[in-house]
């Protein structure tokens, strides 16, 4: 059974959730006679928060799981319109599209991701992002490293077409899977995945990527393969890279 650190951190803070939910809608229901409802809600967020915590999640999810509860409470008792709960499910359907097929959430790269990237990068070399995003290393690369030759590959149609019009023709922008990308001119392969994809995706990259070139993960790990060399980023998300060199 692998440990927290193995499993995507959106799953760790749904579970947060469902945990805190269930233990004090439990209580709320036995002892709704000592407290009102908004108690109830708020509490059930900081057991959330809490819970993010003791699951060494980062920050901003604990954040997130802490003001779940109380959001989701307002939003029930006000009179919103439907029509803006199906935007925010077509919104999230747009950004997030395929995660559950393929396990992969958004993750957003910090900048001194992309700051330690560009150190490591060589002269003119040909960096692609597998799973873009919204374009934030590519944009910052391309400011820190202009002689470098920059491409991305986005599943998410609307992640694409934020990161397509951000970068414009600074680096080519692919909407489509990342397993359909071509890896052998890569000098970097950069990579913000989740846990589920590495060892198949490393697999991909022993069959295409040069000897030389370096293959580099944002946190997340090749199963039974130490990385030659790992960088802590000391972020607020407590992420590091780590780096193989291809032989």
Known sequence: MPGPQRLPSALLALVAQAVAVVA?????????????????????????????????LPSWWQAINLAFPPLLGLALQSSIDPAW????????ALTSSGVIRTRVPLYLSSPRAAEELAARLPAHAHLLDLGCGLGGPLARLQRLRPDASLEGVE????????????????ARVHLGSLWDADLSACDVV??????????????????EMRPGSLFISNTFAV???????????NDLSHARLLIWRMR
């Open 190 to 207: 950069y990579a913000y995945l989740s846990p589920a994809p590495m060892a198949r995706l490393w697999e991909k990259a022993r069959g």
């Open 85 to 92: 709960y199906l935007a925010g499910f077509l919104l999230l």
């Open 223 to 233: 199963p039974g393969v130490a990385p030659d060399e790992e960088v802590e980023l």
């Open 24 to 56: 004090v809608g439990g209580l709320a229901i036995a002892l709704h006679h000592l407290a009102p409802l908004p108690f109830w809600i708020v509490l059930a967020g900081i057991v959330a928060a809490l819970l993010s915590r003791r699951l060494r």
């Open 155 to 170: 599943a998410a149609p609307l992640n694409w077409l934020i990161s397509r019009l951000r970068l414009g023709r600074r």
